[in-house]
């Protein structure tokens, strides 16, 4: 599927699998507890059969979820981008439709993310987990890559999020804490309080020419 077959195929999975498969079994029990209590509820008005089809249409699609989660694996090969779960997505960074920066907000911890959408198709690339002051965040030769790739497509938005990666790394080589560098300072930019928000190239662009 790959159109750069001999490009090093880079991994950009942010965590540990075995902390991946944690998490996902965090949601399937929580799938399951919110499914049973909503089939409880309705058992008791509708009946039995009632009760039982309204857990699975609940638990099926959250259950769904948590395997996607432990199945997923992102990787860089080349410009593209890959992320394979159920099946395999894939967009050039070179020639992608969207760029946008992504946060989200759960349970204590942001995710600051590269979302990118191209062909069809729409890929998140986590870039920096961030809980309190601490994280953790891509390493530098996976940034690296990114930011050359990003800097590929010659173009304002490629430019901007290329020149907010070289930042981050320029941040990691000063010895910079976590809470000190860009990728935290402008994840902490979004309001709280919501599950995923987008940061647009134009906000990334004012905060990155506002920095040192």
Do not use: C
């Not at 809470?179 to 979004?190: C, T």
């Amino acid at each position: 599927m790959s159109s750069e077959p001999s490009a090093e195929k880079l991994p950009l999975d942010l965590l540990d699998p075995s902390t991946v498969r944690k998490r996902a079994r965090m949601v399937a029990i929580g799938a399951a507890m919110v499914a049973a209590a909503f089939g409880a509820v309705v058992g008791l008005v509708g009946g039995r059969v009632a009760g039982l089809i309204a857990a699975g249409v609940v638990a099926l699609p959250l259950l769904l979820l948590a395997t996607s989660e432990a199945r997923r694996h992102v990787w860089l090969q080349g410009t593209t981008v890959y992320v394979r779960a159920f099946g395999t997505r894939l967009v050039d960074l070179r020639t992608a439709t969207q760029l946008d920066l992504l946060v989200t907000d759960m349970r204590g911890s942001r995710t600051v993310g590269l979302f990118v959408r191209g062909g069809g198709k729409a890929i998140n690339v986590a870039l920096a987990i961030y809980a309190g002051t601490g994280g953790r965040e891509q390493g530098i030769y996976p940034l690296r890559k990114l930011a050359d790739a990003l800097a590929s497509r010659g173009d304002t938005p490629g430019l901007v999020f290329s020149e907010l990666l070289v930042a981050q790394l320029r941040a990691e080589a000063r010895g910079l804490a976590a809470a000190e560098r860009p990728l935290y300072r402008l994840g902490s930019l979004a309001p709280t309080g919501r599950m995923a928000q987008k940061l647009t190239p134009d906000a990334v662009s004012k905060f990155v020419s506002s920095l040192d």
